[in-house]
């Protein structure tokens, strides 16, 4: 088991810069050719969401594996906790968004001296102070216990007591349960809200199964990033097999989801909720369709096999597609009602904005990678993922 | 393959192979113990009371029923959605926790799965007699007719014959396809001539050769793949007789994976419940561990966690929507004529599966008998008030009404029990009630003398 | 309890002859198989009472192609269900259900994955039983009753025209493999 310490070389560190100003850039060019502010808002949102949720699914993929029991993830567990230390920096970039004038731009309901009678409803909820204050908590439970997750993780690493094992677990147990939560009413308060006047119950666990795709996706590229630098030995083609299985499950999961709040809403054909639909479908309508073949049926027909789940050659393609495709599912949730069908594209601004934040996360994810040591050799499972085959 | 020291053994005693074997087939030999005999009266007499309800159903019509012009579903669909609910667990044992390789099912799946077969046929009774007219009960099938005409394609309920149909056909053939190697081991310990001809007769010839475990393991493994969306999918699709409505506490996006969680929730519960009374009453406590039921009550905090929170989108969306229809619907359940269903309903559901966050709890099987048994009646509450309570008062307050269940509505419930235990009570004595060669399969790693396997 | 196999003269259903050896405990056997490999025995069939971890690389059993007919019947059940709901309801019997149009493609996909899943289900299961030729009216070939109980069974086939040279060879293998109650059956 070599390479148990990763080094962040100049050249990857050079090449994430190279990512943000990319990034810096096009939103500064984008703002110069009057590309327009809610556009503009609206990119921030989405990639700062996307990425903070692909932080906060890393930890979840770890908590839930270690209320679980599982014994094979100890050898990727890693990777999710670097996931993890995005959240942070993504609260301090959606908070500067906010405060600066985006939530205005984005959200109808902030509008406080033109509300229409179904917003004067939902004024309790609806308004900036407990929006914030909302904000706060999550912010405040997310990072705390990714803090402990995190610190805990190390700990017991380092001292190998089993003490830091039990209390793992304990702050595992506790962030399933409040992110369960919190993931829900934050897409309310952020996503849902766009399009203040419509509501789906199913929403939050849509936008959750959304990211659960796009998180695993992510965890499996950086996998294989790792090992094109020659990390990760001890990763085989089983722990890789399970994470083929875990992408392939999850995008059928999120059509599932997908298809039951559309097929309900198409069915019972009430206007006030199908407006949603039929915004997408006037101007987004491409959009709308290329989410789903990207989203579910290249997963679903290009990780069928046995084989083509344990390696990279189909299994990196693919997870590349369907973090791509679950932006752009993302994409279809903000656009229509933040921006518009008029204004809205796939352009510049939004290429080069995705590129910065992608390469923000790298940076951040790499960094978090150097603090511990890959392989968590005291971890009590870990013995049964090194020695890792199993008949299927 | 290594396993951690850290993991309790799923399998006490250490037992060696043949060990297993005579532990699992002892209840079938002999003759039945007098509990048996009088698990399968009490049942015969709830069978007696069906067959009298289903008699006067059908002979003098669905007028003998409470259901009324508004409330025209009640009983008869809070039951079919109820079994059909616990029938879920069997499949979620069998395929998804296959899938997700959790060693421990081994010793409950064969059970868990005859109880899945066994609780959709209760199931299915209730749409067939809610129908009325019950000897053209086969016009729900789609073939070529005289009257030039097809089923609705397009209505929930006519989903509901396929997902209905294809789960307990899907769950029978891979029940028994787990049970052909079983069946192999029966006929080979049959002691007499009759006992070895009809196991004969029904292991199809099973030998245990390698190359037929290699194929048998891949099918398994496949069928695993298709029963998992297959489990998801019924339920959904029985969420579907509701959520595709426009009626207010029916019509919700989040019925789908909240109906499947639920199953699974209610379903576990039976599982354990039965499992509980059979571990003790058939000396297969070694087998069915207390790891075993801690390892399920895990699952029922699970998914009874996921229900409360479905519960509270329910209730907040109910508000958020500005819908005053909607709004009302929940103030009703909560605050109306039916508010005790509603709070046993929260009692059961949201309260008690909190319970086993402590792990004395978890491990102690009285108390999960007993939480068990309230998670059930919790389940059928929540069907009642999703049926009754948003039917009882709608759109149009000139249509209101009460609904209240007859003797007879009561008796088919009560023959379904009936129909239910007996055909358990008979699995017990004729099919091996564990996986006999799945459970020797996980006894070197995850029995209690825990030893290395050799590397591949 | 047992027949006692050693003792009476069985008639096999079928007509060879096998040289049967058996172990108690699976790795055991999976060290013999491996030895034997190695000395060149080919090994026809080894009967277990549960699946082995690692058998089938051993014995060389080919990967099943089984899930490709349940891809096969899947993909058919689909386009059956599918093409038979759209034909009902644009051409042969279409029904004004709430306003939405007869080509509905969303309500057409419920009834498409349950039959996907039925045709797959039942396909792949009969295809085993064809390929394992089982079926309710097969009888076994029983080596020894013990195979589905604890024991597991080596069996190495043995031409009609094998020298007993040959046959004492093969023995030998066996026992030096560790296998036990090395047997020749007619």
Not at chain 1, 118 to 136: G, H, M, T
Not at chain 2, 145 to 150: A, F
Not at chain 2, 403 to 417: C, D
Not at chain 3, 120 to 129: C, D, Q, R, S
Request: one cysteine or more; proline letters at 4%.
């Amino acid at each position: 088991m070599e390479n148990q310490t990763f080094i962040l070389t100049k050249k990857l560190s050079t090449i994430t810069f190279v990512m943000i100003a990319i990034g810096l850039l096009t939103l500064g060019a984008s703002y110069f050719a009057g590309v327009g502010l809610d556009r503009i808002a609206a990119n921030l949102l989405l990639n700062t969401y996307y990425f903070l949720a692909i932080g906060l699914i890393g930890l979840f993929i770890v908590a839930v594996h270690t209320i679980a029991e599982s014994g094979w993830h100890t050898s990727i567990q890693r990777i999710g906790e670097a996931m993890s230390t995005f959240i942070p920096v993504a609260g301090l970039l959606l908070f500067l968004l906010f405060v600066s004038g985006g939530l205005h731009l984005i959200y109808d309901w902030t509008h406080k001296d033109h509300l229409d009678e179904i917003l004067l409803k939902k004024v309790a909820y609806l308004n900036e102070p407990f929006f914030y204050i909302r904000f706060l908590v999550y912010f405040i439970i997310w990072i705390s216990l990714a803090y402990f997750i995190r610190k805990n993780s190390k700990q017991l690493d380092q001292i190998g007591d089993l003490k830091y094992f039990r209390k793992l677990r304990i702050f595992s147990a506790i962030f399933v349960v409040t992110l369960a939560l919190t993931s829900v009413t934050s897409a309310w308060d952020w996503l849902m809200s766009i399009d203040a006047h419509w509501f789906s119950t199913l929403y939050g666990w849509y936008v959750f199964s959304s990211m659960l795709a796009s998180g695993t996706a992510v965890l499996i590229i950086i996998l294989f990033m790792l090992k094109q630098m020659g990390y990760m030995d001890h990763v085989n083609h089983e722990h890789i097999h399970d994470l083929g299985k875990y992408l392939f499950g999850f995008s059928i999961f999120w059509a599932y989801l997908w298809f039951s709040q559309y097929m309900l809403i198409w069915y019972a054909n009430i206007p006030e909720e199908t407006i949603y639909f039929y915004e997408r479908h006037k101007h987004f309508s491409t959009i709308f369709y290329v989410n789903l073949i990207l989203n579910f049926l290249v997963p679903f027909l290009g990780l069928m096999t046995r084989n083509s789940k344990r390696g990279s050659l189909i299994l990196l393609p693919v997870a590349l597609i369907v973090f791509i495709g679950h932006w752009l599912d993302l994409y279809q949730l903000i656009m229509p009602g933040a921006v518009g069908g008029e204004k809205a594209g796939i352009g510049l601004p939004e290429i080069g904005i995705t590129i910065g934040y992608a390469g923000l996360f790298l940076f951040v994810v790499f960094r978090s990678l150097t603090k511990a040591p890959l392989v968590p050799k005291n971890h009590p499972f870990f013995k049964e993922s090194f020695e890792y085959h199993t008949q299927y | 393959m290594y396993t951690s020291p850290l993991r309790e053994p799923l399998i006490r005693g250490n037992k060696n192979y043949k060990q297993v074997t005579d532990d699992i087939l002892a209840p079938m030999a002999g003759t039945p113990s007098k509990y048996w005999y009088i698990g399968i009266s009490i049942a015969g007499l709830g069978l007696l009371f069906g067959a009298w309800s289903t008699y006067i159903t059908v002979f003098y019509g669905i007028g003998e029923w409470g259901t009324n012009k508004t409330v025209g579903w009640a009983w008869d669909i809070t039951n079919f959605v109820w079994w059909v609910g616990i029938g879920h667990a069997g499949t979620f044992i069998s395929a998804i926790l296959l899938l997700f390789r959790q060693k421990w099912r081994t010793s409950i799946n064969r059970s868990a799965e005859a109880m899945t077969l066994i609780a959709v046929m209760c199931a299915g009774f209730f749409p067939l007699i809610h129908m009325g007219r019950l000897l053209l009960g086969f016009f729900i099938f789609p073939y070529p007719n005289t009257r030039l005409l097809w089923v609705n394609f397009n209505s929930p309920l006519l989903w509901d014959v396929f997902a209905i149909s294809t789960y307990f056909l899907v769950s029978l053939i891979f029940w028994y396809v787990g049970l052909i190697p079983d069946l192999g081991t029966v006929r080979d310990r049959a002691k007499t001539k009759i006992r070895k001809a009809i196991y004969g007769f029904l292991s199809f010839g099973w030998t245990g050769s390698a190359r037929h475990w290699s194929r048998h393991e891949t099918v398994s493994l496949i069928l695993a793949g298709l029963a998992a969306p297959l489990v998801l999918s019924v339920h959904t699709i029985v969420s579907f007789d509701f959520a595709t409505s426009v009626i207010p506490g029916w019509h919700t996006t989040i019925f789908p994976p909240y109906f499947v969680s639920g199953a699974v929730f209610s379903g576990f519960a039976m599982v354990l419940t039965l499992m509980i009374i059979s571990r003790k009453a058939l000396n297969l406590e070694d087998y069915i561990t207390v790891n075993h039921i801690e390892s399920m009550n895990k699952i029922i905090i699970l998914t009874g966690s996921i229900v409360g929170i479905a519960y509270l989108t329910e209730f907040f969306m109910a508000w958020y929507s500005g819908v005053e229809f909607e709004t009302y619907a929940f103030f009703n359940r909560a605050f109306g004529p039916y508010a005790w269903a509603y709070w046993i309903m929260m009692t059961c559901n949201v309260i008690t599966p909190q319970l086993f966050w402590f792990k004395k709890i978890r491990r102690s099987v009285l108390l999960t008998f007993i939480i068990s048994i309230f998670v059930n009646i919790g389940m059928w509450f929540e069907r009642f008030v999703i049926v009754v309570t948003s039917l009882h008062r709608d759109y149009l307050p000139s249509s209101w009404t009460m609904y209240r269940p007859t003797i007879v509505e009561v008796g088919l419930y009560v023959g379904t029990f009936g129909l239910f235990f007996t055909l358990f009570l008979l699995f017990i004595r004729v099919f091996p009630v564990i996986a006999i060669a799945e459970v020797k399969s996980v006894l070197k790693s995850s029995g209690e003398k825990t030893k290395t396997t050799g590397h591949e | 309890m047992y027949l006692n196999l050693q003792e009476k003269k069985q008639k096999l259903p079928d007509m060879n002859k096998y040289i049967t050896a058996y172990y108690m405990d699976e790795e055991d056997l999976m060290k013999g198989l491996r030895q034997m490999k190695a000395k060149g025995l080919k090994v026809s069939d080894v009967l277990t009472p549960f699946p082995v971890h690692g058998i089938d690389k051993v014995l060389e059993i080919p990967r099943s192609r089984l899930t490709r007919v349940g891809f096969i019947a899947g993909a058919v059940g689909a386009a059956v269900a599918f093409g038979f709901q759209a034909w009902v309801f644009t051409i042969d019997y279409p029904l004004n259900f709430g306003g939405k149009p007869f080509f509905s493609v969303p309500s057409f996909i419920p009834v498409t994955f349950e039959l996907t899943v039925l045709f797959a289900a039942f396909a792949m299961v009969i295809a085993l039983l064809i390929t394992n030729k089982l079926s309710p009216g097969t009888k076994p070939l029983i080596h020894d009753e013990r195979c589905t109980d604890d024991r597991f069974l080596v069996l190495v086939k043995v031409d009609d025209d094998s020298s007993d040279e040959s046959i004492s060879q093969i023995k030998l293998t066996l026992a030096e493999a560790g296998a036990e109650g090395i047997l020749l059956k007619a």
